[in-house]
């Protein structure tokens, strides 16, 4: 069978203005794993986060969020992708890898060295997600969410960009 249509979501930088939707969507997709629906709204805006929405027919469908930690580094750092969900009437159409893929284009621009995330164990569906965008597992982390359960800390490189010659 052919699977579901490909959606038709058009990408843009998220901010304050989101700050419902973000809510909403991070009770209903987070809720299991702690208050990420008090914690996500907040990092809107902040500086070191870019956050992506997708949008379908004008209405926000699923939410992306990069974020930075500031400080030091020696060498280039890594991003970290803090959170992707997709409303559950806009799954399987491929806006959560559009979504990746953005903020991959997000943190080639940053010039870190790569994007690393946690998920949960348990959560094959993304960990399938990330796979096929290639971050590769590297660690489980026991007791890694404020309610107890576990995750998969998970990696992908990032191309260096070469400066665009003039
Ligand atoms: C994970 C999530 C963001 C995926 O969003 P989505 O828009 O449905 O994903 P896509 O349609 O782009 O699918 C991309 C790939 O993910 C995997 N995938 C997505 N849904 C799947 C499902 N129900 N079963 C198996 N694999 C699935 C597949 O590999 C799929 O590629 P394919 O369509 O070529 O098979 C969405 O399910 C979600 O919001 N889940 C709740 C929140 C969450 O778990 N976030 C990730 C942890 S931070």
Same mark, same amino acid.
């Given at each position: 069978m052919e699977s579901a249509e490909k959606a038709t979501a058009v990408l843009r930088a998220g901010g304050p203005a989101d700050a419902v939707f973000v809510t909403d969507l991070a009770r209903t997709a987070f809720s299991d794993y702690g208050e990420y629906d008090r914690v996500l709204p907040r990092w809107? #805006?902040?500086? #070191?986060v870019a956050t992506v929405v997708a949008e379908e027919g004008g209405a926000p469908a699923g939410f992306a969020m990069l974020g930075m930690r500031t400080g030091l580094h020696l060498g280039r750092a890594d991003a970290e992708l803090l959170a992707v969900a997709v409303a559950a009437r806009a799954r399987r159409r491929g806006i959560g890898r559009a979504l990746v893929r953005e903020v991959i284009a997000i943190a080639e621009r940053w010039r870190v060295r790569g994007v690393r995330l946690h998920t949960a164990d348990t959560n094959l569906v993304a960990q399938r997600l990330f796979a096929g965008e290639g971050f590769l597992a590297e660690a489980s982390r026991r007791g890694?969410?404020?309610?107890g359960q576990g995750a998969v800390a998970m990696r992908r490189a990032v191309e260096r960009r070469r400066r665009a010659r003039r």
């Open positions: 809107l #805006g902040t500086r #070191g890694f969410y404020p309610n």
